[in-house]
């Protein structure tokens, strides 16, 4: 059962860094859309970058705070206002 569980989590944790990659690439891809030079990009992408992992703590079931979804929404636009 050890062995299941955890091949089950590492399943689980590939399948979440799969999409966490899908949404950075897509990130990516509106940011260079939108961005005029490689200095423009570079600010925006790591801004957008930077919400993401506000995001991610906001979502930790382990975080000292609880993500109510106005801090959620406040933290996931912010880089985009």
């Known amino acids: 059962r050890a062995e299941e569980a955890t091949q089950l989590a590492n399943q689980e944790l590939i399948h979440r860094v799969k999409n966490t990659l899908t949404v950075v690439t897509a990130i990516a891809s509106q940011t260079g859309r939108h961005a005029a030079t490689i200095e423009e990009f570079n600010r925006a992408f790591r801004s ?21 979804l106005e801090s959620f929404s406040r933290e996931l636009l912010a880089p985009y206002i």
């Open 48 to 68: 957008r970058l930077a919400g993401l992992a506000r995001v991610q703590d906001l979502l930790n079931p382990n975080s000292a705070h609880e993500a109510d």
